[in-house]
């Protein structure tokens, strides 16, 4: 008797029969999401290592690519301070994210602007966004990630200030995920 789940998590991207001979990582691997994601997603499946024939996995929800996503301001009030990231499949074949930010100036006592990414369960990842000559300037840089790695709309993107010398983070100033990703 197949297995079905009761409900998918919310923003699931489909169903999926199994076939004869799948295993959850051939399965992850054909949807390019991560095994742990997939697992975390079919709780009814009590052992994700004996899975058969016809049982129903929900998958889930991937982001379009490329797709671009506002991130907010944390602090509202603050004039002048806004971003955006951009995902996409780089030259390479990696999955990349761009983010830029618009800052009049940097806080006292901070130097950099920091891109942090963080794909749950999976890794968290910083870059330095580096700035444009203009006043003010346009603060960008690019982060990649090998495509083993789930872009999920989970994804979380911040943008906080940083000091170069002491390693001191300021507060956010900007944050977004993925899950309003839009082409």
Do not use: W
Not at 69 to 87: F, H, K, R
Not at 102 to 117: T, Y
Not at 135 to 140: G, L, R
Not at 164 to 171: D, K, V
Request: glycine share 6%.
């Amino acid at each position: 008797m197949p297995r079905v789940p009761a409900a998918c998590p919310t923003n699931y991207a489909g169903h999926y029969t199994v076939n004869p001979g799948d295993t959850m990582f051939i399965i992850s691997s054909i949807f390019r999401i991560n095994l742990s994601e997939l697992v975390r997603a079919n709780p009814h499946i009590t052992d994700p290592n004996v899975i058969f024939s016809g049982d129903i996995l929900c998958v889930p929800g991937q982001i379009p690519f490329p797709c671009c996503v506002t991130l907010d301001l944390v602090q509202p009030a603050e004039l002048g301070v806004a971003g955006v990231a951009l995902v996409y499949t780089s030259f390479v074949g990696t999955q990349a994210i761009s983010v830029m930010a618009v800052m009049d100036a940097l806080p006292v006592g901070f130097d950099i602007l920091i891109a942090e990414v963080n794909l749950p369960n999976q890794v968290t990842s910083r870059q330095q966004l580096y700035p444009s000559p203009q006043t003010p300037p346009t603060f960008s840089g690019t982060t990649f990630f090998p495509t083993a790695a789930s872009l999920t709309p989970d994804t979380i993107i911040r943008v906080f200030p940083a000091n170069s010398a002491t390693g001191n983070q300021g507060s956010i100033k900007l944050q977004g995920s993925l899950n309003r990703c839009h082409r």
